[in-house]
C-alpha cells in the first residue's frame, strides 16, 4: 500500500509525484537527452538525500558511447546515450539546494551522494 507505480516520461510526469527521503538516479542520466530537467525535477524532490550513478566524462566514456551511438544509428535505432558533464551534472543539483557529502568513481561511472542542507548534522 504504500508503493506505487507510474510508467512513463519522469520529466513530463513530475507534477505527479511526491517528494521523498531519498531519490537516486541510478545509470538514467546517461539514457535522458534533457539532463538538466530530469536532474533538476528529480532532486527539488529529495528531502534529505539525493544519489546518482552516471558515466564519468572522459574521453574514453564519450569515444565509447560515440561508437555505441553509431551502431544505432546504422540499425536506424534512435535511442542514444549521453556523456554529460560533471560540472553541468553538479551545477543542477546544487541549484536545488543539495551539497556534495560522498563522491567515487569506476573506470566507467561516477558515483555521487548529495544531502540537503537542512538534513546535513543529521545525516553526519
Known sequence: DRVRY???DFVERAGEISPADVVTLDRVICCYPDMRALVGLSAARALRL???VYPRDTWWNRAGL???NLLRRLRH???RVFVHRSKDVEAAVRANGLAP???NQ???W???VYVRREAMEAVR
Do not use: I, K
Request: charged share 15%.
Open 101 to 103: 557529502l560522498s563522491h
Open 77 to 79: 535505432d534512435p535511442f
Open 110 to 112: 561516477r558515483v555521487d
Open 66 to 68: 560515440a561508437f555505441l
Open 50 to 52: 539525493y544519489g546518482l
Open 106 to 108: 569506476t573506470v566507467v
Open 6 to 8: 507510474l510508467h512513463g
